[in-house]
């Protein structure tokens, strides 16, 4: 993976992604203390490198939301 450092680096690597109006937008309305770009093989930052981070894959379920609703409309009697 080619790694570069630097804004006019990072901002040449948003706009060949496509992703430039996007951070740009977002820029507008938030203060943005550091962007990291990924695109294909390259990856460009503007002050610090991102921490090494380990992502976890969603295990997909499926869930009966009727079942689960008429489950809490059942009224529970305790008795001591």
């Given at each position: ?7 006019k ?9 496509g ?12 203060d ?6 990924i ?6 930052y503007?002050?610090?490198r ?10 997909p379920?499926t869930?009966?939301y ?7 409309k ?7």
């Amino acid at each position: 993976m080619k790694v570069t450092k630097g804004k006019k680096e990072t901002w040449g690597l948003a706009k060949k992604g496509g992703l430039d109006d996007g951070i740009a937008k977002i820029a507008q309305y938030f203060d943005i203390k550091d962007v990291c770009v990924i695109v294909g093989d390259e990856m460009s930052y503007v002050d610090e490198r991102p921490r090494r981070v380990h992502r976890v894959p969603a295990i997909p379920t499926t869930i009966d939301y009727k079942e689960v609703i008429n489950k809490t409309k059942e009224q529970k009697k305790y008795y001591k």
